[in-house]
């Protein structure tokens, strides 16, 4: 029997992936270390036990498009909500990207931004940062001048590196760039600004956000973007009728009315990243700064002991998981840890400091 082929610049690409293995304090996804509010569970189940499920969901999401609309103080035909930001991002590339046109990434960054962009048919362009993962601006400035992409990522909080980009950066950026700036900001909560201040109807830029970490709805699978209406109205063009369903826009929707109990998982996080970053610190390893809820770290290699790879190991020899990034491009001996309890995170520097010793 014949197969039928698959795209040909399809053939070579590898899908993301985040191996997960058994062990008792796991750090390596980036996940809210606290469930929601016992409450949102109640009324969540609540209102799913009225759900009409011979229908078909609101289309529009318009309850849940209007509370983010009101978060965010924007109109909610600004808004776009999908099952995760990962399809805000494909539904993007879909309408703004493909055959033809450009993707710009400043690497090393988040992978879907390439992955997604190479799964629509968008040629990619990698520009580098600076050795420290700085975003140096004459090298934007030439790439974006080369490239002339479709669309140009930005990622603030920087993952896999935590770093934040400065509102003069992304306004430069967005001045140069000849298409759509998209400043990815799944960890944008834990940071001191956020470039949802410079979205207008006038610049084609636009800002994504997730539930998955600071509302501790990595379940749910719900993201969204605050944008132009202009660029919503075409993002409707190309995603799937209902692709939203019921369920999906009520949890979002009873998400948003506990507010305070998210900015109090915030700061706790916050407190715990500083003390992670400490103790890290201690122990001799380079830290990033990090505005984001994951601390990027390295140790100064001495011998194969020491390595990334070995580190690593030796933290799951501990039941300790955290994401190894030492095989990445650009990122030699780098290890990302999510921050944790303060149980899960004291776990954590007692292990590394028994591997590390």
Known sequence: MSRPRVRDDLRALEGYHSPQVEVEVRLNTNESPEPPPAAWRDAFAAELSRVDWHRYPDRAASALRGAIADLHSV?????????????????????????????????????????????????????????????????????????????????SPNNPTGMVETEATVRAVASWAPGLVVVDEAYGQFAPWSALTLVDEDLPLVVTRTFSKTWSMAAARLGYLVGPSWLVAELEKVVLPYHLDTAKQIAGVLALTFVDEMEDRIARVVAERERLVEGLSDLGA?????????????????????????IWQGLLDRSVLIRNCASWPRLDDCLRVTVGTADENDRFLKALTEVVA
């Not at 362009?125 to 974006?144: G, K, P």
């Open 75 to 155: 109109a909610p035909d600004q808004v776009f909500a999908a099952n995760g930001s990962n399809e805000v991002l494909q539904t993007l590339l879909l309408a703004y990207g493909g055959p033809g046109r450009v993707a710009l990434t400043f690497e090393p960054t988040y992978q879907l931004h390439s992955h997604i962009a190479r799964l629509t048919a968008t040629e990619v362009l990698e520009a580098e940062r600076t050795s420290e993962f700085a975003l140096d601006l004459d090298v934007a400035q030439q790439a974006i001048a080369q490239a002339s992409p479709a669309i140009t990522f930005l990622c």
């Open 286 to 310: 380079h830290v990033w700064p990090s505005g984001a809820n994951f601390v990027l770290f390295r140790f100064a290699r001495l011998g194969e002991a020491r390595s990334g790879d070995a």
